[in-house]
């Protein structure tokens, strides 16, 4: 009886979740569905829940781009540049943070939030500024500062929690067997801030990779900017591509729809435990 009562229970909540997944799912869903239709039915009136028959001819359109590839190179080189960057300076700031005291800590934390409030846009003239004294303008490099400066202030907080969740008694067990503090951090710290490393470079990728501002203000030449502002070459005077638009917005969102496939479980993980632990 109990347990009968328990499944009707779940009943409502179960269909919310089932309709909260299908509103979710269903504009990939279409994007999907338009990129393999026929170029002249991407604008039709009438609906086609199925591309069929299945065309890859808006696909061909797309990547019809003589610079698609380097866009593609730019944008991965731009935005693993900024996961790697970012995870190495964030571990090494959030561990003294947590685990060392020095003037200015409290406000060093404080900062970080603040940071996080600037909108990008207003930040767009300043950077712009900024890379131009250095000679950074139009140089994939200069992106990828951009990039940290935005990046950082939430992968450092958000590793901080982590840090915070592991019982220094862990690393000083370690130290009395005789671990340096480099061998603490590979073989105690490292493991067990596995979940959230995986949570916080998924997030820095994301920004890095969807950013369209900042690639094209501070990218001029063709050969150096990077796929968000590939997509918007298919607007032009003459009016929009809708099937090379879809097509070539499928391509872009690919290489996170896979990383996310292979890293979902590391990462439902690591965003309840920084729930917990923050």
């Known amino acids: 009886m109990r347990m009968r009562l328990a499944r009707h229970r779940r009943i409502v909540p179960n269909v ?25 039915r991407v604008s039709s009136l009438v609906p086609e829940f199925l591309p069929l028959p299945v065309s890859v001819e808006n696909f061909a359109s797309a990547m019809d781009n003589p610079n698609f590839w380097g866009y593609a190179r730019n944008s991965l080189v731009a935005s693993l540049t900024t996961v790697v960057l970012a995870m190495l300076v964030s571990l090494a700031a959030s561990i003294a943070i947590v685990r060392h005291r020095f003037t200015g800590r409290r ?34 490099p200069g992106l990828v500062l951009t990039y940290l400066s935005f990046v950082l202030p939430f992968t450092i907080w958000t ?18 067997d005789g671990c340096t ?25 994301i920004n890095a990779w969807d950013d369209y501002l900042f690639a094209y203000v501070l990218l001029q030449s063709p050969e150096n900017q990077t796929l968000p502002v590939w997509l918007v070459s298919f607007q032009t005077a003459e009016g929009v591509d ?11 969102s690919l290489p996170v729809l896979v990383f996310f496939l292979f890293v979902q479980r590391r990462l439902v993980t690591g965003m309840t435990a920084g729930a917990v632990k923050g």
């Open 107 to 140: 406000m060093f934390v404080i900062v970080l939030v603040l940071v996080q409030m600037i909108p990008g846009a207003a930040m767009v003239i300043p950077l712009y500024l900024m890379l131009r004294e250095i000679g950074a303008l139009d140089f994939v």
């Open 181 to 205: 503090r480099l061998r603490t951090f590979w073989h105690v710290q490292l493991p067990l801030l596995a979940p959230g490393i995986v949570a916080t470079s998924i997030f820095a990728f």
């Open 242 to 252: 809708y099937g090379s638009t879809v097509a070539a917005s499928v391509i872009f």
């Open 159 to 176: 590793l901080r929690g982590f840090v915070e969740g592991i019982p220094v008694e862990l690393e000083e067990a370690a130290a009395i």
């Open 16 to 40: 919310f979740a089932l309709v909260a997944a299908a509103i979710v799912v269903f504009p990939v869903y279409w994007m999907f569905n338009t990129a393999f239709k026929d170029p002249g």
